[in-house]
Nanobody
Framework: QVQLVESGGGSVQAGGSLKLSCVAS???????MEWYRQALGEEREFVSS???????TYADSVKGRFTISRDNDKNTLYLQMNSLKTDDTAVYYC????????WGRGTQVTVSS
């Protein structure tokens, strides 16, 4: 069982930056890690992933603006978000793809114009 706790969300103006963190209760070294988000009234959507060996993927909507990274020694996943847009407003979830999938409870990101 892996518990995930996201932090770093908040309110920011368009064009600003935020850095999300996700701290895992267990070792995530052998897990693929992902960020998802869900805007109010919308379906949950993939944002970014990073494999065990550091291979990264991004949704087209965030490519070039967001950077995913991980620190296995700290059991922590990060998402650096730059040039934020109002469309980035959502609850952001951390996911660990281990033998099972584990989800955090999410952190709210609100981008105002």
């Amino acid at each position: 069982q892996v518990q995930l706790v996201e932090s770093g969300g908040g309110s920011v103006q368009a064009g600003g930056s935020l850095k999300l963190s996700c701290v895992a209760s267990g070792f995530i070294r052998f897990c693929g890690m992902e960020w998802y988000r869900q805007a109010l009234g919308e379906e949950r959507e993939f944002v970014s992933s990073i494999s065990r060996i550091g291979t990264t993927t991004y949704a087209d909507s965030v490519k070039g603006r967001f950077t995913i990274s991980r620190d296995n020694d700290k059991n922590t996943l990060y998402l650096q978000m730059n040039s934020l847009k109002t469309d980035d407003t959502a609850v952001y979830y951390c996911v660990a793809n281990c033998a099972s999938n584990f989800w955090g409870r999410g952190t709210q990101v609100t981008v105002s114009s």
